[in-house]
C-alpha cells in the first residue's frame, strides 16, 4: 500500500475523525431542531438550545469540515506534489492537537464559555490552541508545495495556499480579546466597530472554509472521477483571483440597515453581485468538464455527488447576492429563511463534495472497492432529500415570516403580534426536524458502507480507482 | 509564473485580501464611534448590569434574540426607535446577533416590570402558550461574584464605586439579568418621544358592535392574557396585573388612555395596536361578563400546543 511512498495512514485517521464529528455535528443540529419544536427538550444548564446552537455550528464547520479537509488536503496534496507529505510526524501531532482542541470546544461551549460571536465562539485559550493548530497544518502544507517535485501547481493547490493565509488573517483579528479570567474574554472592539469586524470575519469564514477549501477538493476530484480534464484553465486563474479578491470587501451584507456606515454597506452589497461572476465561473468550468459525459450522472454515484454539489454552489452564489440586496434583505434578514440558505451551502454544497472526496479516497486509503455502489447510492438519495425539504421548508417559513412581521392594517398599525407570527412557524419546524432525521440516516448508511469497505477482504483495485 | 512559485502565489493572496480589509474593515475604525456617534445620555453598564450581561452572553440568547432595531417601518413599530451606532459603545462584544427567532431585545427596557420578567425567565411557556424560550429556572440559584465582577468592570475601565459592589451581594444571577434587560435601549428618551398623542376627542366607534368586540377578544387573547386573567379565582396567582373582572364601571375614555399610554407603573402602553384596535378590547372588556370567559382562558389560544 505504501508502494508509492504516499502517506495514507494519516489520512486515513484524519478521516475517522472528521467523520465521527461531523455525525456530532448533525446528531446536534437534530436535537435543537426538535428543541425548537418541543422546548421542553432543553436541559438546563448544559443542554439549552443557546448553549447547543454554537455547539452544533462549531462541530459543523470545524470538526466536519476542516476535520475533512486536513485529512483530503493531505491526501491531495502529496498526489499533486508527487512527494510524500513534509512531516509525518507533524502531520500526527496536528491530529491529536486537533482532536483535543475539538473535544475542549464542545466541553467549553456546554459549560457556557463563549465569546458570543458567531463562528468564533471559542473562548481565548481555544483561540490559541486554533492558531497553534493552524501554524501548524499551514508549515507541513507549505513545505511539501515547497518541495514538490511536480513544477506546475494545479488549481486545488492555489486554494489551498488561499485557505491558509485566509484563515489565518481573519481569525487572529478577530480574536483580539482583553481576557478577564481563563474563560472569560471582552472583545477588543466596542459596538458598531466589533459588529464589523465580526461580520468580515463572518462572511469571510464563508469564503475560506466553505468555498475554497471544497472548490480545491472539486477541482482535483472531479477530472478524476470523471476522466476529462477540466474545461478551462484560463477560467480557473480568473475566477481564482477574482474571488479571493472580491470576498474580503463584501461582510456587511450581514449589516444591511445596521447602523454601521452606509457606503460600507453599499460596497458589500456591490460587491456581493460582483461576486456572481468568479463564483459561476467555477460551476462553469465544472458544468463544461462534463463535456460529452453526462450519462456518467446516472452511473457514476461520485459524478452524482460532485455536479450535485456543484449545482448546489452555483444556486447559493445567486442566492447569497440576492439577500445583500438592501430591500430584499429589509424582508429576509433575521428570519427563517436565512437557514434555508446556509444549510444549502452546507447541507448540500459543502457535505456533498465532502463526502465524494471521501468516497474517492477510501479505496485508495484501505486498498478496498467501496463496499455497496447502491448504499452509495442510497446516501445520495437521503441527504439530497433531507437537505432539499430542509432548505425549501426554511424559505417558505422564511417568507411566510416576513410577510405577517411587515403586514400592516389600513390604519398604519401592524396586524400581527410577534407571537401570533411565531404561532405559525410550529409546521415548518417540524417538518425541517424531520428532513434532519432523513439527512441523518443519509449520514448513518455513509458510515456503514464505510466501515464494511473497511473489514472487506483486501481485493486488487480497478483501473479507475487506481487512477484516483 | 506564481503557479510555479508559492511563495509568491501566498504574497499575491495576502495582498488581493488585504485591499477590501483594509477599506472596509481597517478604515472605518477612523469614524465609528468617534465623535460623531457619541450620544451624551448612553452611560456604561453598571456593575449589576454587567454581571447580567454575561449571563446572557453565557446562555447564549444571542442565538434567538436579536439586538438592533433597523429603520424599517415595521421594525420601529414593533421595537421601538431605530438602533444608533452612539447606544452601542460601551458593547465589549456586540449582540446584535442574526436571528429573530424571539423578539428584538434592543429597546426591551422599560416595557415590562421586573415581575414580568422573573416569571417570563422562570417558565415562558405560562406567561405565552405558544413560546418555544426555554425556561430558565436555575439563574435564581447562581450568585453574583462581587470581587468577580469588580475585576470585570476594572478591566473594562467603566466608573462603579465600592457600594455599589458590595451591593452586588446576595444578588442573583436573575436579579442582574433582568437589570441588564430593563437597561437596553432606555438610555435614550424613546418612549416620551414614541408617545403617540391621540388627536381630537375620544368617540367610541363600536358600541355594541358584536364582530368588533370578538375581535377584540383576539386582540386581548394575544395582548394582554400574559399578565391578565378575566376572572377573579385565577389559577395562577402570580400574576403580573390585576385581573380584569368587572370593567362595566371603568369610563371608557379613560379605559382606552389607560390602555394606549400606560401607566408607568407595570402597565405597558399599547399604542402600537392602533386606535381602532384599543376601542375594540375597550369594548370587549366593558361587555365581558364574570363566567363568559371560557373562550379566553389562559393557556388555550389557538397555535401550537403545548
Ligand atoms: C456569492 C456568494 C454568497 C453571497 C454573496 C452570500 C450572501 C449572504 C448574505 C447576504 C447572508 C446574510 C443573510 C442575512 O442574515 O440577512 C448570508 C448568510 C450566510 N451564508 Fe451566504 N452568501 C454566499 C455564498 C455562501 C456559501 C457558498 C455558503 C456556504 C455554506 C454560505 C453560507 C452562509 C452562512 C453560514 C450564512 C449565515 C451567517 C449567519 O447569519 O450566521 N453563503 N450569505
Ligand atoms: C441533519 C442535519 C442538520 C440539521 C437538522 C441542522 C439544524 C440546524 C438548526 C436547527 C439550526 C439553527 C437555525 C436557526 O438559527 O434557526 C442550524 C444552524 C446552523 N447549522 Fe445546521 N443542521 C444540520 C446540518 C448542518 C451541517 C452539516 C452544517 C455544517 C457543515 C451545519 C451548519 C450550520 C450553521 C453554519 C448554522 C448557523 C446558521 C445561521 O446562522 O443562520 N448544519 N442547523
Given at each position: 500500500?505504501?508502494?508509492?511512498?504516499?502517506?495514507?495512514?494519516?489520512?486515513?485517521?484524519?478521516?475517522?475523525?472528521?467523520?465521527?464529528?461531523?455525525?456530532?455535528?448533525?446528531?446536534?443540529?437534530?436535537?435543537?431542531?426538535?428543541?425548537?419544536?418541543?422546548?421542553?427538550?432543553?436541559?438546563?444548564?448544559?443542554?439549552?438550545?443557546?448553549?447547543?446552537?454554537?455547539?452544533?455550528?462549531?462541530?459543523?464547520?470545524?470538526?466536519?469540515?476542516?476535520?475533512?479537509?486536513?485529512?483530503?488536503?493531505?491526501?491531495?496534496?502529496?498526489?499533486?506534489?508527487?512527494?510524500?507529505?513534509?512531516?509525518?510526524?507533524?502531520?500526527?501531532?496536528?491530529?491529536?492537537?486537533?482532536?483535543?482542541?475539538?473535544?475542549?470546544?464542545?466541553?467549553?461551549?456546554?459549560?457556557?464559555?463563549?465569546?458570543?460571536?458567531?463562528?468564533?465562539?471559542?473562548?481565548?485559550?481555544?483561540?490559541?490552541?486554533?492558531?497553534?493548530?493552524?501554524?501548524?497544518?499551514?508549515?507541513?502544507?507549505?513545505?511539501?508545495?515547497?518541495?514538490?517535485?511536480?513544477?506546475?501547481?494545479?488549481?486545488?493547490?492555489?486554494?489551498?495556499?488561499?485557505?491558509?493565509?485566509?484563515?489565518?488573517?481573519?481569525?487572529?483579528?478577530?480574536?483580539?480579546?482583553?481576557?478577564?479570567?481563563?474563560?472569560?474574554?471582552?472583545?477588543?472592539?466596542?459596538?458598531?466597530?466589533?459588529?464589523?469586524?465580526?461580520?468580515?470575519?463572518?462572511?469571510?469564514?464563508?469564503?475560506?472554509?466553505?468555498?475554497?477549501?471544497?472548490?480545491?477538493?472539486?477541482?482535483?476530484?472531479?477530472?478524476?472521477?470523471?476522466?476529462?480534464?477540466?474545461?478551462?484553465?484560463?477560467?480557473?486563474?480568473?475566477?481564482?483571483?477574482?474571488?479571493?479578491?472580491?470576498?474580503?470587501?463584501?461582510?456587511?451584507?450581514?449589516?444591511?440597515?445596521?447602523?454601521?456606515?452606509?457606503?460600507?454597506?453599499?460596497?458589500?452589497?456591490?460587491?456581493?453581485?460582483?461576486?456572481?461572476?468568479?463564483?459561476?465561473?467555477?460551476?462553469?468550468?465544472?458544468?463544461?468538464?462534463?463535456?460529452?459525459?453526462?450519462?456518467?450522472?446516472?452511473?457514476?454515484?461520485?459524478?452524482?455527488?460532485?455536479?450535485?454539489?456543484?449545482?448546489?454552489?452555483?444556486?447559493?452564489?445567486?442566492?447569497?447576492?440576492?439577500?445583500?440586496?438592501?430591500?430584499?434583505?429589509?424582508?429576509?434578514?433575521?428570519?427563517?429563511?436565512?437557514?434555508?440558505?446556509?444549510?444549502?451551502?452546507?447541507?448540500?454544497?459543502?457535505?456533498?463534495?465532502?463526502?465524494?472526496?471521501?468516497?474517492?479516497?477510501?479505496?485508495?486509503?484501505?486498498?478496498?472497492?467501496?463496499?455497496?455502489?447502491?448504499?452509495?447510492?442510497?446516501?445520495?438519495?437521503?441527504?439530497?432529500?433531507?437537505?432539499?425539504?430542509?432548505?425549501?421548508?426554511?424559505?417558505?417559513?422564511?417568507?411566510?415570516?416576513?410577510?405577517?412581521?411587515?403586514?400592516?392594517?389600513?390604519?398604519?398599525?401592524?396586524?400581527?403580534?410577534?407571537?401570533?407570527?411565531?404561532?405559525?412557524?410550529?409546521?415548518?419546524?417540524?417538518?425541517?426536524?424531520?428532513?434532519?432525521?432523513?439527512?441523518?440516516?443519509?449520514?448513518?448508511?455513509?458510515?456503514?458502507?464505510?466501515?464494511?469497505?473497511?473489514?472487506?477482504?483486501?481485493?486488487?483495485?480497478?483501473?479507475?480507482?487506481?487512477?484516483? | 509564473?506564481?503557479?510555479?512559485?508559492?511563495?509568491?502565489?501566498?504574497?499575491?493572496?495576502?495582498?488581493?485580501?488585504?485591499?477590501?480589509?483594509?477599506?472596509?474593515?481597517?478604515?472605518?475604525?477612523?469614524?465609528?464611534?468617534?465623535?460623531?456617534?457619541?450620544?451624551?445620555?448612553?452611560?456604561?453598564?453598571?456593575?449589576?448590569?454587567?454581571?447580567?450581561?454575561?449571563?446572557?452572553?453565557?446562555?447564549?440568547?444571542?442565538?434567538?434574540?436579536?439586538?438592533?432595531?433597523?429603520?424599517?417601518?415595521?421594525?420601529?413599530?414593533?421595537?421601538?426607535?431605530?438602533?444608533?451606532?452612539?447606544?452601542?459603545?460601551?458593547?465589549?462584544?456586540?449582540?446584535?446577533?442574526?436571528?429573530?427567532?424571539?423578539?428584538?431585545?434592543?429597546?426591551?427596557?422599560?416595557?415590562y416590570p421586573d415581575a414580568w420578567h422573573v416569571q417570563h425567565m422562570k417558565?415562558?411557556?405560562?406567561m405565552?402558550?405558544?413560546?418555544?424560550?426555554?425556561?430558565?429556572?436555575?439563574?435564581?440559584?447562581?450568585?453574583?461574584?462581587?470581587?468577580?465582577?469588580?475585576?470585570?468592570?476594572?478591566?473594562?475601565?467603566?466608573?462603579?464605586?465600592?457600594?455599589?459592589?458590595?451591593?452586588?451581594?446576595?444578588?442573583?444571577?436573575?436579579?442582574?439579568?433582568i437589570?441588564?434587560?430593563?437597561?437596553?435601549?432606555?438610555?435614550?428618551?424613546?418612549?416620551?418621544?414614541?408617545?403617540?398623542?391621540?388627536?381630537?376627542?375620544?368617540?367610541?366607534?363600536?358600541?355594541?358592535?358584536?364582530?368588533?368586540?370578538?375581535?377584540?377578544?383576539?386582540?386581548?387573547?394575544?395582548?394582554?392574557?400574559s399578565c391578565?386573567?378575566?376572572?377573579?379565582?385565577?389559577?395562577?396567582?402570580d400574576d403580573v396585573g390585576?385581573?380584569?373582572?368587572?370593567?362595566?364601571?371603568?369610563?371608557?375614555?379613560?379605559?382606552?388612555?389607560?390602555?394606549?399610554?400606560?401607566?408607568?407603573a407595570g402597565?405597558?402602553?399599547?399604542?402600537?395596536?392602533?386606535?381602532?384596535?384599543?376601542?375594540?378590547?375597550?369594548?370587549?372588556?366593558?361587555?365581558?361578563?364574570?363566567?363568559?370567559?371560557?373562550?379566553?382562558?389562559?393557556?388555550?389560544?389557538?397555535?401550537?400546543?403545548?
Open positions: 500500500m505504501e508502494k508509492t511512498g504516499y502517506n495514507y495512514d494519516i489520512v486515513k485517521s484524519y478521516v475517522h475523525w472528521s467523520i465521527l464529528w461531523g455525525t456530532v455535528a448533525v446528531l446536534v443540529g437534530v436535537l435543537i431542531a426538535f428543541q425548537l419544536v418541543y422546548p421542553s427538550l432543553n436541559l438546563e444548564p448544559y443542554l439549552t438550545y443557546g448553549r447547543l446552537r454554537p455547539l452544533h455550528t462549531n462541530a459543523g464547520i470545524f470538526g466536519w469540515g476542516i476535520g475533512s479537509f486536513f485529512a483530503l488536503f493531505f491526501y491531495i496534496v502529496q498526489r499533486l506534489c508527487r512527494r510524500p507529505l513534509w512531516s509525518v510526524g507533524l502531520a500526527r501531532f496536528q491530529l491529536y492537537f486537533f482532536n483535543a482542541t475539538i473535544i475542549a470546544a464542545a466541553v467549553t461551549l456546554l459549560l457556557g464559555f463563549n465569546t458570543s460571536k458567531e463562528y468564533h465562539e471559542l473562548e481565548w485559550p481555544l483561540d490559541i490552541m486554533v492558531v497553534i493548530l493552524w501554524v501548524v497544518f499551514s508549515i507541513n502544507i507549505i513545505m511539501t508545495i515547497v518541495k514538490r517535485k511536480e513544477e506546475h501547481m494545479y488549481i486545488s493547490l492555489w486554494y489551498m495556499l488561499a485557505t491558509i493565509v485566509g484563515v489565518a488573517v481573519l481569525y487572529i483579528v478577530n480574536a483580539a480579546e482583553i481576557p478577564v479570567s481563563l474563560f472569560k474574554s471582552y472583545s477588543a472592539y466596542a459596538g458598531t466597530n466589533d459588529a464589523n469586524v465580526q461580520w468580515w470575519f463572518g462572511h469571510n469564514a464563508v469564503a475560506m472554509v466553505l468555498t475554497a477549501p471544497p472548490l480545491a477538493i472539486f477541482y482535483y476530484f472531479l477530472p478524476k472521477s470523471t476522466g476529462v480534464p477540466i474545461y478551462s484553465h484560463r477560467m480557473s486563474i480568473i475566477a481564482f483571483w477574482s474571488l479571493i479578491f472580491m470576498y474580503l470587501w463584501t461582510g456587511a451584507h450581514h449589516l444591511i440597515w445596521t447602523p454601521v456606515p452606509d457606503w460600507i454597506q453599499t460596497l458589500a452589497l456591490v460587491f456581493s453581485l460582483m461576486l456572481i461572476a468568479p463564483s459561476w465561473g467555477s460551476v462553469f468550468n465544472g458544468y463544461l468538464s462534463m463535456g460529452g459525459q453526462w450519462h456518467q450522472m446516472r452511473e457514476n454515484y461520485l459524478v452524482k455527488f460532485f455536479i450535485l454539489g456543484i449545482t448546489f454552489y452555483g444556486l447559493q452564489t445567486l442566492q447569497g447576492p440576492s439577500q445583500a440586496v438592501r430591500t430584499f434583505s429589509a424582508f429576509i434578514h433575521f428570519t427563517e429563511w436565512v437557514p434555508g440558505h446556509v444549510h444549502m451551502g452546507t447541507m448540500g454544497w459543502v457535505s456533498m463534495v465532502l463526502f465524494a472526496g471521501v468516497y474517492c479516497i477510501f479505496p485508495k486509503i484501505y486498498g478496498r472497492e467501496v463496499y455497496s455502489i447502491p448504499l452509495a447510492n442510497l446516501h445520495f438519495w437521503l441527504v439530497l432529500i433531507g437537505q432539499l425539504i430542509y432548505s425549501v421548508s426554511m424559505w417558505i417559513a422564511g417568507i411566510q415570516q416576513a410577510s405577517m412581521w411587515h403586514s400592516m392594517n389600513p390604519d398604519g398599525n401592524l396586524t400581527y403580534t410577534f407571537v401570533e407570527t411565531l404561532a405559525q412557524l410550529y409546521p415548518y419546524w417540524t417538518i425541517r426536524a424531520v428532513s434532519g432525521v432523513i439527512y441523518l440516516a443519509g449520514v448513518l448508511v455513509f458510515i456503514y458502507n464505510l466501515i464494511m469497505t473497511a473489514r472487506s477482504p483486501e481485493a486488487s483495485l480497478s483501473a479507475a480507482a487506481q487512477n484516483v | 509564473m506564481w503557479e510555479k512559485k508559492p511563495i509568491l502565489l501566498l504574497v499575491l493572496a495576502t495582498l488581493a485580501i488585504m485591499v477590501g480589509t483594509v477599506i472596509t474593515m481597517v478604515l472605518p475604525f477612523k469614524w465609528i464611534n468617534g465623535e460623531g456617534d457619541r450620544i451624551a445620555s448612553v452611560k456604561p453598564y453598571n456593575a449589576l448590569q454587567l454581571a447580567g450581561r454575561d449571563v446572557y452572553i453565557r446562555e447564549g440568547c444571542n442565538n434567538c434574540h436579536s439586538q438592533v432595531v433597523r429603520p424599517l417601518v415595521a421594525d420601529v413599530l414593533r421595537y421601538g426607535d431605530y438602533s444608533k451606532s452612539g447606544e452601542f459603545v460601551y458593547d465589549q462584544p456586540h449582540l446584535w446577533g442574526s436571528r429573530r427567532m424571539g423578539p428584538d431585545l434592543a429597546r426591551v427596557g422599560g416595557k417558565q415562558p411557556k405560562v405565552i402558550p405558544q413560546s418555544n424560550m426555554p425556561a430558565y429556572t436555575a439563574l435564581v440559584g447562581n450568585a453574583i461574584d462581587p470581587a468577580y465582577t469588580e475585576k470585570k468592570m476594572k478591566v473594562l475601565g467603566f466608573p462603579y464605586n465600592q457600594a455599589e459592589i458590595q451591593a452586588l451581594a446576595g444578588k442573583t444571577e436573575l436579579d442582574a439579568l437589570a441588564y434587560l430593563q437597561k437596553l435601549g432606555s438610555d435614550i428618551p424613546w418612549r416620551q418621544q414614541a408617545k403617540a398623542v391621540v388627536v381630537g376627542d375620544l368617540v367610541n366607534p363600536f358600541v355594541n358592535d358584536a364582530a368588533a368586540i370578538a375581535e377584540g377578544a383576539k386582540l386581548f387573547d394575544s395582548n394582554c392574557d391578565h386573567d378575566l376572572k377573579m379565582e385565577s389559577d395562577d396567582t390585576p385581573p380584569l373582572t368587572n370593567m362595566k364601571d371603568f369610563d371608557e375614555n379613560d379605559l382606552f388612555t389607560l390602555i394606549h399610554d400606560g401607566t408607568g402597565m405597558p402602553s399599547f399604542a402600537s395596536i392602533g386606535v381602532t384596535g384599543i376601542w375594540k378590547i375597550v369594548n370587549f372588556l366593558k361587555n365581558h361578563k364574570e363566567g363568559d370567559d371560557e373562550g379566553h382562558k389562559k393557556g388555550d389560544d389557538e397555535g401550537h400546543e403545548k
